[in-house]
């Protein structure tokens, strides 16, 4: 089955300065790759999405991009805020529609 | 717009009961996934429930069991608890088989503590 591995698993970076979170995945027949954000106490929410027919995705500050030969994706988060702290889980899912989370990246955002 | 709502929000149980969790998927959706978080962790997937039937199951025990009902709402059962099920189980809803292009919608869970 799918297996999807993110690091880091800590990342802490200055306010207004770039944070990149990077995952792979094992099955070749995922198609969607979703980033979840989780904030202390409350449910994973969804960010932003990629399909494997897309190799980058852009929204305001957040930015998803896909290497399919390589099995990898990342999100970039820039001029990154305070309210960016949290944590954030990559996910991947093949033709079943079953969604494969990674086991997350803490973030921290220092003044 | 009613999302994902699951009950109850918090729950303590003894090691070996029973224990029933419950979760109504967002308003226009059929699928109902569910997942357990453990504390520091990723959402692991437990099963899917797609037209009233278990359409896919992960890595659990048959201790662990669901349901779906017609209007799309969604049971978890576990059996003979474990101290290790402690943890936040999280139901998440979406449309039909094969659409993830719109990814799941988490309800916000409930927190199961087994002493």
């Known amino acids: 089955g799918e297996n999807v591995e993110q690091h880091p698993s800590t990342l802490s970076v200055q306010e207004g300065d770039s944070a990149v979170i990077k995952c792979t995945y094992s099955?070749?027949?995922?198609?969607?790759f979703p980033w979840y954000k989780q904030e202390l106490g409350k449910r994973p929410q969804l960010i932003i999405d990629?399909?494997?027919?897309?190799g980058e995705k852009k929204d305001q500050r957040i930015a998803v991009t896909l290497n399919k030969t390589a099995k990898h994706f990342s999100l970039h988060i820039t001029e990154t805020q305070p309210e960016d702290s949290a944590v954030y889980f990559c996910?991947?899912?093949?033709?079943?529609?079953?969604?494969?989370f990674g086991k997350g990246t803490r973030l921290h955002i220092l003044p | 717009d009613a999302g994902v709502t699951q009950s109850p929000t918090h729950l303590i149980k003894t090691r070996g009961q029973q224990v029933t969790l419950r979760c109504s998927p967002k308003?226009?959706?059929?699928?109902v996934s569910w997942y357990q978080q453990a504390l520091g962790q990723g959402p692991q997937f437990i099963f899917q429930?797609?037209?009233?039937?278990?359409?896919q199951r992960g890595n659990f025990p048959d201790r662990f069991s669901g349901h779906q009902f017609p209007n799309y709402s969604s049971e978890l059962n576990v059996n003979a608890l474990l101290l290790g099920d402690s943890a936040l189980y999280l139901c998440?809803?979406?449309?039909?088989?094969?659409?993830?292009?719109?990814?799941?919608?988490f309800g916000s869970g409930t927190r199961l503590t087994v002493v």
């Open positions: 429930y797609y037209e009233e039937e278990e359409r």
């Open positions: 998440a809803s979406s449309l039909g088989t094969g659409l993830t292009n719109y990814g799941y919608t």
């Open positions: 996910a991947a899912s093949n033709r079943d529609d079953k969604i494969i």
């Open positions: 099955d070749s027949a995922s198609n969607y």
């Open positions: 308003s226009g959706h059929d699928t």
């Open positions: 990629i399909r494997s027919n897309v």
